[in-house]
C-alpha cells in the first residue's frame, strides 16, 4: 500500500519523504526537461528543501548545462541513476522533487503546465490548468499559502 508522500528511486536505495504537501507543482514541456528525462514533460514538485527528508541513502548530485549559465544540480541514486529531484539555479533551499518517483504520483497532479510551446502535439491539456507557452509569474498563480511560504523560505 503506497503512501502518498514517500518516494524513491527504482533500486530502492534512495527512500524520501515530503512532510507537507509542495509548493506548488509543475509540468514542464521544455525541451531540455524533455531530454534530460527521455520523456514528453517533467513532473516537479516544488518544496522547501527541509520539507524533503531522506529516509535511506544518500544522492549523488549531478550537473546539467543550462542556457541561463546558472547550475542545475539533479540529485540521482548512486546506485540506479534514477533522479529523484533537483536544485534549479543553484537555489539548494528550493526542491523540485520528481512526482513520478513517488510511490503514488497520482495523488500530486501539476498545477501549471508551463513551457507549452515545445509541447508534444499530441498532448491534450486539461482545461482546467493554467497552461503558459514559456515560464510564468508565480505571484498571480500560486496560492497565496505557497507565496507566504515561499516569503519565509527567501526572507
Ligand atoms: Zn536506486
Ligand atoms: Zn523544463
Keep these: 500500500m503506497p503512501i502518498t508522500n514517500e518516494g524513491g ?5 534512495i527512500r524520501y519523504r515530503l512532510l507537507t504537501p509542495p509548493l506548488f507543482v509543475h509540468c514542464c514541456h521544455c525541451h531540455d526537461c524533455q531530454r534530460q528525462t527521455g520523456s514528453a514533460f517533467v513532473l516537479n514538485a516544488l518544496i522547501e528543501t527541509d520539507r524533503v527528508e531522506i529516509l535511506s541513502g544518500q544522492t549523488a548530485l549531478s550537473e546539467m548545462p543550462t542556457d541561463s549559465g546558472k547550475p542545475h544540480r539533479v540529485a540521482r541514486c548512486p546506485g540506479c541513476g534514477t533522479a529523484v529531484w533537483s536544485h534549479y539555479g543553484g537555489i539548494d533551499k528550493l ?4 512526482v513520478g518517483t513517488l510511490d503514488d504520483p497520482a495523488a500530486v497532479p501539476p498545477d501549471v503546465h508551463i513551457y507549452t510551446r515545445s509541447k508534444l502535439p499530441w498532448i491534450a491539456l486539461p482545461p482546467n490548468v493554467p497552461a503558459f507557452e514559456a515560464y510564468y509569474d508565480s505571484k498571480t ?8 511560504r ?3 523560505l527567501f526572507g
Design 9 to 13: 528511486c527504482a533500486c530502492g536505495q
Design 95 to 98: 526542491t523540485f522533487a520528481r
Design 150 to 152: 515561499r516569503r519565509a
Design 141 to 148: 498563480v500560486w496560492p497565496a499559502e505557497s507565496l507566504t
